[in-house]
């Protein structure tokens, strides 16, 4: 039995700002470095379990990222402190968000915290994040994280064990007396549950004739150095049997290479030049933390994620997991198209509008609701873990493309074929000035609080709109009756086309504002036009409408997708 030291009851003063995002706390490094700013946000967690904290199992994973291992060992000693029974760290402080999701649930703790900042980038000079999962597996709901807040505006002091010492380098476990009380640390291999997972909900045998040696479709997968990179190195070159080169930057680096490990056209183009001249048929980036994926086909062929979702849930049936738990129904973020909507209303399922934040999906997989939920923002996944999974999503296209024998263009000009196509677009505007960016979404919401403004006719490019409807999105949860309000701006076109509006809560500095663009067509002339080329006139509406150049000085937008 190792000793813990003392539990010291160190004073302190509360931080502006410790306010949880859609997916928790995230700020610069050298924020997170200041005398006690992470121990207040860890105890406010804490402290926000209630009674249930004495005696509890949490787990402990991140991504990598610089700054985690310090983290890790701040969490370590303040839970032993503040009467935790039992952690579980992944080795080095390492775990996906997916594979921390799936530990929760697989081993019934408490919930836990995921270290990471997700997409945003990483090192001394970037960002870092902390949020808390609950013990579903899942993002903690609006309710828990505003308790949160409430906690870090008052308080006055935070429990530690400053000399406690634990080996979380090596994998095993660590038994400590803390004040009479046993105190456990299980090191754990971070990778091992979640692969077994995986080979419970696909057919890797199918898979790796497909994509294995003498398969006939060769594959790119870029972990963009973040944290699926052992998952990837483990599930597709050992388990799957594909070569050393179809798996690229697996290595983790603290700060993802000096990149955006962000899986899209701009942040991920080198994953997009090597699958136009190369001659790979398929091809994959995932993010950061490991739960968004980019999906590709041959010759850079892009799969939309709501289109990625909508070919998903047509095509459920064809994975092992599903056919054994059926197929129950499907969520969308509001702003993703309702390409996936098309699909529901075929197969006679429900499928819900939710706000953007994975933890709105939670109520409903939990309640048996559906079984596949994505976002645009490049986040797809099911009733597997309660987070969305980017290896998970990959596996789950090359399982329908084994299944089907079928390319990736293929399948999705045969889905468009049978359900019309959802065009859509965003446009990212990065690191603005927060006030100029706030004075746009106030005259968009008095736009769309104006009477007024429903049959206002808007011109661009040859083409004139005509406002049908507008609103700031709104919900209530079917589950629990909760409900989220100002979501998001949504101003509706009366030919089908659509405007969206929000700023983003997942920077550390600035603001984002997100503009999406999406119109429905069925005309099989126009099916497999350019997505920018389509929207182009919806999208200069949109601008003068918002007056995003005037108002923020941006005359492009950081990055299109």
């Known amino acids: 039995m190792l000793q813990s030291g003392p539990v010291a009851t160190v004073p302190t003063q509360p931080f502006d700002g410790q306010k949880p995002g859609t997916s928790g706390l995230r700020k610069t490094v050298k924020v997170f470095q200041q005398a006690n700013y992470t121990q207040n946000f860890v105890q406010s967690i804490l402290s926000s379990i209630g009674s249930g904290l004495e005696g509890s199992t949490l787990v402990v994973g991140g991504d990598g990222r610089f700054y985690m291992t310090e983290a890790t060992d701040i969490i370590i000693k303040m839970c032993a402190a503040n009467g935790v029974s039992k952690l579980i760290v992944g080795q080095g402080g390492f775990l996906s968000t997916p594979a921390v999701s799936n530990i929760i649930r697989k081993y019934k703790t408490d919930g836990g915290f995921i270290l990471t900042a997700s997409h945003n980038p990483g090192g001394p000079d970037a960002d870092f994040g902390i949020k808390f999962n609950m013990s579903n597996g899942g993002p903690a709901p609006d309710a828990q994280t505003n308790l949160m807040f409430e906690n870090t505006k008052s308080l006055q002091s935070y429990k530690i064990c400053p000399d406690l010492q634990c080996d979380f380098n090596t994998v095993g476990e660590y038994n400590y007396s803390v004040e009479g009380r046993n105190f456990t640390v299980q090191v754990i291999d971070p990778v091992a549950d979640y692969v077994d997972l995986m080979k419970s909900i696909f057919d890797f045998e199918m898979i790796k004739k497909l994509i294995g040696e003498g398969g006939k479709l060769k594959v790119l997968i870029n972990s963009l150095h973040g944290a699926t990179g052992p998952y990837v190195e483990k599930i597709f070159l050992q388990e799957l049997g594909c070569a050393k080169s179809s798996c690229i930057k697996t290595n983790v680096l603290t700060d993802f290479g000096g990149g955006h490990p962000d899986p899209n056209l701009t942040y991920a183009a080198d994953l997009v030049e090597a699958m136009r001249t190369g001659d790979f048929g398929f091809g994959a980036a995932f993010d950061g933390d490991g739960d968004r994926n980019m999906i590709l086909g041959e010759k850079a062929f892009f ?119 959802n065009f859509f677009t965003r446009y990212d505007y990065e690191g603005c000035e927060s006030k100029p960016c706030e004075t746009m979404m106030k005259n968009l919401e008095d736009f769309v609080a104006s009477a007024d403004s429903v049959g ?58 997100r503009m999406y663009v999406d119109s429905y067509e069925n005309d099989p002339a126009k099916l497999f036009g350019s997505a920018q080329e389509m929207l182009a006139p919806c999208v200069e509406v949109g601008l003068q409408i918002s007056q995003l150049r005037e108002l923020t000085g941006r005359q492009q937008p950081t990055v299109i997708t």
């Open 456 to 513: 206002k006719e808007f011109s661009a490019l040859g083409k004139t709109y005509t406002v049908s409807a507008c609103d700031n999105f709104s919900y209530t949860d079917p589950v629990d009756g909760s409900k989220a309000s100002k979501q998001g701006i949504r101003i509706m076109f009366s030919d089908g086309s659509r405007l969206v509006f929000r700023l983003s809560g997942t920077g550390s500095s600035g603001a984002t504002v």
């Open 303 to 421: 799969v939309t994620p709501c289109d990625s979702l909508a070919v998903l849930a047509n095509n459920l049936e064809h994975i092992p997991y599903f056919k054994k738990t059926g197929v129950k129904g499907f969520a969308r973020s509001m702003p993703t198209s309702a390409a996936v909507d098309r699909v529901a209303k075929k197969k006679g399922m429900e499928c819900f509008d939710t706000p953007t934040g994975w933890k709105y999906f939670g109520n409903l997989l939990d309640a048996g609701r559906i079984s596949l939920c994505g976002e645009e923002s490049f986040g797809t996944g099911s009733d597997h873990v309660r987070e969305k999974d980017g290896v998970w999503a990959a596996l789950a296209w090359l399982q329908v493309l084994a299944s089907k024998d079928t390319t990736v263009e293929a399948l999705l000009k045969d889905h468009w074929n049978e359900f019309g196509r």
